[in-house]
């Protein structure tokens, strides 16, 4: 290799910073007529800003939010819930019951794959027998376990079909549930939750090895309003509109959903090109940007109440932590303090792990008071040794509740608790309190509407976090879950939540409010219960 | 030279094969069960075992070493955990964008880079000299972050010119000019990185070559001062210039993960963190080996293109 060479690779070099350079300044010059975003040509494509990468496309198994919000797009379930208890056809006409216990599922005659055949009561039949199935990974179990002839996480552990759950025409499945069910709770489960997946395809895919298919992770035949066109990982999913959906053909054509941290969505909300925030855990604003999208005319912000709540979780198995210490505790936190400062309105008191959302929050089980005074009274009560150092286990992630630590550590010791702080990663305090390896930890759930939350309270529970194991309580939630009628359910659920301000098994510290972003022009878009959100999505549109 | 090069390339291979090992202990070692990342709150412990042994895992590490090992060398990165996709396909998807971002900033970044360190050398102390050095030092110690953030609220937010991110305004027929326009801010920070670096490095090595004694040999000789620049002087100066871009070039599949994550540039950089995060195994697995190969190479290249400017270097065997 001579010198000329070495020239002619100059040379090379040369050309191509001449192209790179030409290329940078044509960008420069384009730039003003596009980088505004929203061109003719969008007017039918929505862009959402979301968060989370979504986990899975699988009907059957998606552990994640942000892979049900995606799921949800492209399949149906048999009814929709854009309110909580409060019922649409989907899939299915209606699910009807007379006695509670034999229920009629009654499918819409129009309702299609996108491969053009129908959706029958077979697919129906299939999709509950394959939830079933023992060899099936999925997280749909708990939605199908009151059928008869499951175990308590949806399984027959046979292999052998649900007895009793049959096709009876191609339009009407019928089943029967082990004991009296409340009908609004069945819709809630089996009816929202389930996504009925296509016989013809899912048939012939070895159930042992669904998770890992073609299948489900680029899906082809859908029910639902949009259809899967590709996915980038963690970078965005491009769906395209089901021109033949049995409601009508959706009106946005198209639709992203990228993937995005709190920074970018703020700026890409302010500038247009993401016209909706996915909300809900999933694509919330930062509550410090909050103000400067409120400031913006293009853009409705909106805080409503959601199932999200913060708790200060205080290890029920230590005898020393009994009802007067736990009740010092909580009284001796000012959550309002928290809720102003901190979260900036955007937050509010619970009184118990029901927030204004759930149907059965009681209003006058009023939050125990922020009173340190009384908290010291208690505390005294309590025979609590307070020379002793307790250490709070505090998630990292959440900054909020990272700083939120600080405020409850100074409110403890202001009523002689000796309290630490250790902070830590998510998966090990997650760790810690399964194990009940802790004495205080901040965490959060996101609840379900559906009050029956025994598992968080009554010992053996999967999230008994707290590791309460107070039999009057256990009697009351297993009591309340198993009622069937609506009205005698939400009556025994006033008694419990009057028994948790009481008792504080954990310190409700406050409920987090879901904050909607979208543009003004955008008619649709996420609704006050969230996971109800895309119930009218074929008819979604830009004004 | 041929003999080198394939005995480098055969040297590589159990390297490669050493980092496959540590990389596949220091992953599993990392603190976080993956399955506890991709089940939901209310799963049983039965169900929980299924997903893990849907990601396989139920074995132990070796078993599963071997497995992947296997699966590798016949060209299966198997599925990532986080999304049960193919590996291959993601990455795939990720190294195009990273390759076209990377290679434009380090073209821009040389382009800018040489020149001015070749004219800061050329005029040593001149204020030319200091405003050049002082670029310099503000490039270097200006966060990506920041810049990247400044960036975006000048140029898309307020002055609307430029996207603020991604590589393409989704749903449009994306051409020529809308990638180019993606390209502006995020070229601008990695090239601003790497042109500093470059530029003290081209300054001082040219600065070296202008005191030998050949040079002022040339100059006695009555030559032009171009010419003694370009045959004398930057054919010279070009190993530690090489030793640099070799430095860099792994960069160009590993890609960057600050600046790719602020403006949401769908790379590998990205890619990796999200991986980090969700203790996808497979995903790193596959990062980790597609960074050493690309690591092997540069340096091969380098050593290659030593052999090529200086006649005075040789390979033997």
Known sequence: MGLLSWIRKRKGLALAVCLALSVTMLAGCGGGSKGGGSSAGKKEALTIGMFNAPDSFNPLFNPGIAGQFTIRFMYDTLLGMPEINKFTPQLANSIDTTDNQNFTIKLNEKAKWTDGKPVTADDVVFTFNLIANPKVETTKGSYINMLEGTDSVGKRPDGTPIPDLVAVDEHTVTFRTKKPVDPNYLKSMLGFEVYIVPKHVFEKIDPANISNSDAVTKPTVTSGTYKFVSYKTNDHVELAANEDYYKGSPKLKKVFIRIMNGTNLVTELKSGNVQLAASGGIGSVPVKDLDVLKKDNKLIVKAVPSLNTQYLEVNNSNPAFNVKFRRAVTMAIDRQKICDELYKGTAQIVPTVYTKVSPVYDESVKPLPYDPEAAKKELAESGFDTSKEITLQVPIGNVLREQSADLIQQNLQAIGLNVKQQKLDFPTVLGNAKKGDYEMMLLGYGLTPDPDYSNYFVPGGSNNFCHADDPKLTEMMNNAASLPDAEARKAAYKEIQAYMRDNQFVTSLYETDQINVQSKNLVGGIKDFWEGSLDDLYQWHFE | ?317
Not at chain 2, 91 to 102: K, V
Request: no cysteine.
């Open chain 2, 1 to 317: 030279m041929g003999k080198y090069i394939l005995k480098r390339v055969l040297i590589s291979i159990p390297v490669l094969f050493l980092i496959s090992i540590g990389a596949f202990v220091l992953v599993h070692l990392t603190p976080g069960d993956p399955a506890d990342m991709y089940i939901s709150p209310d799963m049983t412990a039965a169900q929980v075992e299924m997903t893990r042994a849907a990601l396989g895992l139920d074995r132990p590490l070796f078993i599963q070493y071997v497995d992947w090992m296997a699966n590798f060398l016949t060209g299966n990165m198997g599925f990532s955990f986080a999304d049960r996709q193919p590996v291959l396909d993601i990455i795939s998807q990720r190294l195009g964008p990273t390759l076209l971002l990377m290679s434009i900033s380090l073209i821009v970044a040389y382009a800018t880079a040489i020149p001015l360190g070749i004219i800061a050398a050329l005029h040593k102390n001149s204020k030319l000299d200091r405003a050049i050095i002082g670029w310099t030092f503000f490039n270097v110690s200006f966060p990506p972050f920041f810049l990247g953030l400044a960036l975006i609220y000048i140029f898309a937010v307020e002055l609307d010119l430029l996207p603020t991110g991604g590589m393409e305004v989704l749903g449009m027929e994306n051409d020529g000019i809308d990638l180019a326009e993606h390209l502006v801010l995020p070229v601008i920070v990695m090239a601003a990185q790497f042109s500093a670096n470059m530029i003290r490095y081209v300054r001082a090595s040219v600065l070296e070559v202008l005191g030998q004694n050949y040079i002022r040999t040339a100059l006695a000789k009555g030559l032009r001062w171009r010419q003694i620049l370009r045959f004398h002087v930057l054919r010279n100066s070009l190993i530690p210039i090489v030793t640099v871009i070799g430095t860099d070039l792994p960069k160009v599949i590993g890609g960057a993960v600050i600046t790719e994550q602020i403006f949401q540039w769908p790379g590998i950089g990205s890619l990796t963190v999200a991986a980090i995060n969700s203790r996808d195994y497979p995903v790193l697995m596959a990062i980790v080996i597609l960074s050493a190969i690309a690591v092997l190479i540069a340096n091969l290249t380098v050593d290659i293109a030593y052999a090529a400017i200086d006649p005075r270097i040789k390979y033997s065997k």
